[in-house]
Antibody, heavy 120, light 110 residues
Framework: QVQLQESGPGLVKPSETLSLTCTVS??????????WNWIRQPPGKGLEWIGY???????NYNPSLKSRVTISVDTSRTQFSLTLNSVTAADTAVYYC????????????WGQGSLVTVSS | QSVLTQPPSASETPGRRVTIFCSGG????????VKWYQQLPGTAPKLLIY???QRPSGVPDRFSGSKSGTSASLAISGLQSEDEADYYC???????????FGGGTKLTVL
């Protein structure tokens, strides 16, 4: 059974960079059947898709965050990462990593989430 | 403003059946499988339904999903108090080339 686990600082100062890593166990990030995604949820609000990386390194980002986001994959470490630049309080959220099948025909797997607070 | 539209709230009494609806467009629900997630307070979303009507192992058959055109629904029968949670619909969107979500429906079991 594949498992995903987010890790990274829980507190980031305004204007700085948020960095999170997702470690995948029980599966490989090198398969071509899945997108490796980041999704976030501000406190008390709904879910927002941030973007994905494919095993080849190709990416796609939500246009609302595209200028500030980078997602990358490290196949040797079975990890993928998120960086978000120039953060503000509006970026405070629980950040989830998730494996989503490219055709939607297999179940998703999500991590437990990592709360990141932007505050000085 | 969420891409998929859900009612913000729903309520029903224990033992009864409730249906939550989700509306989208041709680029998402109309052309891709629908998923439903259940989120209990303070926890990560849990996948209840994928591929429109399929349940992952361990999800009770009280939960069922369906899709027609650009709309989908989640039905919960034999409501229990532990079903009180937020429910989100989702689908891949071909225009965004990413996953879009509904705004969530807060289910209250009276």
């Amino acid at each position: 059974q594949v498992q995903l686990q987010e890790s990274g600082p829980g507190l980031v100062k305004p204007s700085e960079t948020l960095s999170l890593t997702c470690t995948v166990s029980g599966g490989s990030v090198s398969t071509g059947s899945y997108y490796w995604n980041w999704i976030r949820q501000p406190p008390g609000k709904g879910l927002e898709w941030i973007g994905y990386v494919y095993y080849s390194g190709s990416v796609n980002y939500n246009p609302s965050l595209k200028s500030r986001v980078t997602i990358s994959v490290d196949t040797s470490r079975t990890q993928f990462s998120l960086t978000l630049n120039s953060v503000t309080a509006a970026d405070t959220a629980v950040y989830y990593c998730a494996r989503i099948h490219t055709s939607g025909f297999d179940p998703d797997y999500w991590g437990q989430g990592s709360l990141v607070t932007v505050s000085s | 403003q969420s891409v998929l539209t859900q009612p913000p709230s729903a309520s029903e009494t224990p033992g009864r059946r409730v249906t939550i609806f989700c509306s989208g467009g041709r680029s998402n629900i109309g052309n891709n499988p629908v998923k439903w997630y259940q989120q209990l307070p303070g926890t990560a979303p849990k996948l209840l339904i994928y591929r429109n009507d399929q349940r992952p192992s361990g999800v009770p058959d009280r939960f069922s999903g369906s899709k027609s055109g650009t709309s989908a629904s989640l039905a919960i029968s034999g409501l229990q108090s532990e079903d009180e949670a937020d429910y989100y619909c989702a689908a891949w969107d071909d225009s965004l080339n990413g996953q879009v979500f509904g705004g969530g429906t807060k289910l209250t079991v009276l």
